[in-house]
Nanobody, 124 residues
Framework: QVQLAESGGGLVQPGGSLRLSCAASGRTFSSYAMGWFRQAPGKEREFVASTMWNGGRTFTADIGDSVKGRFTIFRDNAKNTVYLQMNSLKPEDTAVYYC??????????????WGQGTQVTVSS
């Protein structure tokens, strides 16, 4: 079992930045791919970013098209934490953001464990 807890959401003005954190506990953190998804009211859960072990010494990162160039994902295995740095935020980024752990990829079905979500609201 893996328990995930997101934090760092809130209200931010357009053009601003936020950093979300996801703290993991339970099974070996570094063996899981970690992902961020978001879901706005009335919409499907959307892939935002993921990071997974590449078998060498580094982790690869994948960023969703809608946030590419603005969002960055990175992880700190020593702290069992994955982060989502969000810059140049737009009103359309408003959603509940979820952290997930699993085999990796851009589909929610590829993740077995989910956090409770954190609300991000971008508004002036």
């Amino acid at each position: 079992q893996v328990q995930l807890a997101e934090s760092g959401g809130g209200l931010v003005q357009p053009g601003g930045s936020l950093r979300l954190s996801c703290a993991a506990s339970g099974r070996t953190f570094s063996s899981y791919a970690m992902g961020w998804f978001r879901q706005a009211p009335g919409k499907e859960r959307e892939f935002v970013a993921s990071t997974m072990w590449n078998g060498g010494r580094t982790f690869t990162a994948d960023i969703g098209d809608s946030v590419k160039g603005r969002f960055t994902i990175f992880r700190d295995n020593a702290k069992n934490t994955v982060y989502l740095q969000m810059n140049s935020l737009k009103p359309e980024d408003t959603a509940v953001y979820y952290c997930a752990a699993g085999e990796g990829g851009s589909s929610p079905a590829q993740y077995d464990y989910w956090g409770q979500g954190t609300q991000v609201t971008v508004s002036s």
